[in-house]
Each structure stands twice: as structure tokens, then as C-alpha cells.
């Protein structure tokens, strides 16, 4: 199987893993209480409107949603509307649903990218190390602050910082959207990428710590040091030979970690990046808004897999991914 169609096969898979999610959630938002109507109605209630004056409200709601049609047209438009990228407008604020989510995409990525690279290159570069000095006081102090970072709650943390700059953080409510704000440029872009970071960081260093002890003695790297390498060949070597199974594990956890990141952090400084429109368009029962932000993610996990099966081959010609 040459690469190209591999690539294609993945992405053929992919396309497949799109369907069933956005079914997924096509049907849960139409098989559950709608939460932003039934707020509506219930302050109408309590102003005292009819009950006439109710159901005519509730009648011009779903009519504008288009969501009073049969459910199996809406599900073929929702769906041919997707995949063809014709996201439609919010429900909730008349913008085209498209340069909306890519705009939070794009802001998400400008903190999510950078603390990627941060915690691969400090993780990979701490958990050799521990492991080539098993035992040690280094070691046992590695271990030590990866458990500590691994429990400490980043959302907490960055909620001190912002209580003890002076900067107030609002939550929303349980029946209310986020609204996004404005913080100075520290809060706003630095921190999130600390706070991010040393997550991924924690999770980087203990599978780059445990897949290299098993290479660290191995005849292999024993042969390596007899031969004269330096503590640098040796660490290349061990970190080569670890690669894929670090690949594998650190891709899964790095997405897991950063999905959870997302809506915490963006829920926490107000930015309005892919979590908190997400968020918001859950709260708000925008469905062009999550099934577009839905699709997004997606299509981050295809590429992802993409990626990782490409890079087998990059860092072990050894590995056949079904390419050859």
C-alpha cells in the first residue's frame, strides 16, 4: 500500500468517525430538553404572559430554527450542510457559523500550539534524563514533581493568579453563557500557555521516563557506551528506540489533556476560542454552532491519527504502517 493511500484511507475512516459523531450529537441535542427555550418560556411565564402568548412563542422559535420540521429532514440537511462546509448562521447571533468557529479555532491554537511544543521538548527532555539516572536524587525529584503537577488543579492555579493580580473572574452560571473579555496580554496569552504546558508536561515526562528505562540498559545502549558515545549519543539512542511507543501514548493523553484544557482554561479567562464557543453554543442550544465546533474537532483527531502513523515511519523505517 503506497502512502498516498494510506493517507486516504485514513482520511476515508476519518470521514466515517465524523458521520457517526455528528449523528451523535445531532440526536442528542433533538432527543433532549431544550434548555435555551425552556429558560425563554419560563421567564415569559413569570412575567405574566398568557399561555397563549407562550405557545406562540415557543411556535415562532422552533419555526426560525427550523425545527419544526420532520426530524428526518432536518438530520439530511443538518448533515449535507457539514460536510459541504455550509455551516449556515447562529441561532443565537446571526453570524455565519463558518468564520465564526475557524476564528475560535485560530485562537485556541495560539496557546494550545505553543504550550505543545513547550511540554514536548521539556517532558521528553526531563524524562530522559530521570531515566538515565534511575535512583538518584534527581530521579525521585523528577518523580515527585510530575505527581505534584499531574494533581495540581491548573484551573485553581490560574484562578489564584488572577484573584491575587487584582483581575476578577466571572463564571457563568449554570443556565448562562460565558461572555469573553478582554485581559492584559500576560493573563490572557502567557499564562494559558503555562498553565497548559506544565499539564502536558507532567504526562510527558512520566511515559518518556518509563519507556526509556527499558532501553537504558538494554545490550543495545550497553554497546553504545562501550564504543565511547557520550551521555548525549546515549540519550539520542534511548530516545530513538523509545519513540514509538512514546508517540502512541503521548498522542491519545496530549489530546485527552488538551480537549479538558480547553474548556477549562478558555471558561477561565473569558477567551473565546473553540471551548468556550462550544461551551456557549451547548448552553444556548446554537446547533449550527456545535455541530460545526463538533465537525472541527473531528477533523484535529483525523489529521492527528494522520500524523502519528506518518511519524512511525519518520522515526523507525522498521515500523510498517501498512505504507510499503
Known amino acids: ?26 440526536l442528542a441535542v433533538m432527543g433532549t430538553k431544550n434548555w435555551h427555550l425552556e429558560t425563554i418560556l419560563a421567564l415569559e411565564g413569570r412575567g405574566g404572559t398568557t399561555p397563549e402568548k407562550v405557545r406562540e412563542i415557543r411556535t415562532e422559535y422552533l419555526s426560525e430554527r427550523g425545527l419544526d420540521r420532520p426530524l428526518h429532514e432536518q438530520y439530511v440537511d443538518w448533515m449535507s450542510g457539514m460536510f459541504t462546509l455550509q455551516w449556515g448562521e447562529s441561532f443565537q ?10 476564528s475560535a479555532t485560530a485562537r ?18 526531563v524524562g530522559l534524563y530521570a531515566a538515565m539516572s534511575e535512583r538518584s536524587a534527581s530521579d525521585t525529584s523528577t518523580r515527585g514533581l510530575t505527581y505534584l503537577l499531574f494533581g ?71 554497546l553504545v557506551r562501550a564504543k565511547g558515545g557520550g551521555r548525549l549519543t546515549v540519550a539520542r539512542h534511548v530516545l530513538r528506540n523509545a519513540a514509538i511507543p512514546l508517540v502512541s501514548l503521548a498522542f491519545v493523553e496530549t489530546l485527552a489533556l488538551i480537549a479538558l484544557s480547553m474548556f477549562v482554561i478558555e471558561a477561565l479567562f473569558t477567551i473565546e476560542g473553540l471551548g468556550l464557543v462550544f461551551y456557549n ?44
Open 1 to 26: 500500500m503506497s502512502l498516498l493511500r494510506l493517507v486516504a484511507q485514513r482520511i476515508a475512516l476519518g470521514v466515517i468517525a465524523a458521520w457517526a459523531v455528528l449523528t451523535t450529537v445531532f
Open 93 to 102: 447571533t446571526g453570524e455565519a457559523v463558518f468564520p465564526m468557529v475557524m
Open 108 to 125: 485556541t491554537a495560539m496557546y494550545v500550539v505553543p504550550a505543545l511544543a513547550v511540554a514536548l521538548v521539556v517532558g521528553l527532555a
Open 152 to 222: 495540581l488543579p491548573n484551573f485553581w492555579v490560574g484562578a489564584m493568579v488572577l484573584s491575587l493580580a487584582g483581575i476578577g473572574v466571572r463564571f457563568g452560571q449554570r443556565s448562562q453563557a460565558i461572555r469573553p473579555s478582554t485581559l492584559p496580554f500576560l493573563y490572557e496569552y502567557v499564562l494559558p500557555i503555562l498553565l497548559v504546558a506544565t499539564t502536558l508536561s507532567a504526562a510527558i515526562v512520566s511515559y518518556a521516563r518509563s519507556y526509556s528505562l527499558q532501553y537504558v540498559s538494554a545490550d543495545l545502549t550497553k
Open 281 to 324: 453554543a451547548i448552553w444556548t442550544s446554537d446547533l449550527p454552532v456545535l455541530m460545526g465546533a463538533t465537525l472541527v474537532i473531528a477533523a484535529v483527531g483525523v489529521v492527528g491519527n494522520i500524523t502519528q502513523d506518518l511519524a512511525y515511519t519518520a522515526l523507525d523505517p522498521r515500523v510498517d504502517t501498512g505504507s510499503r
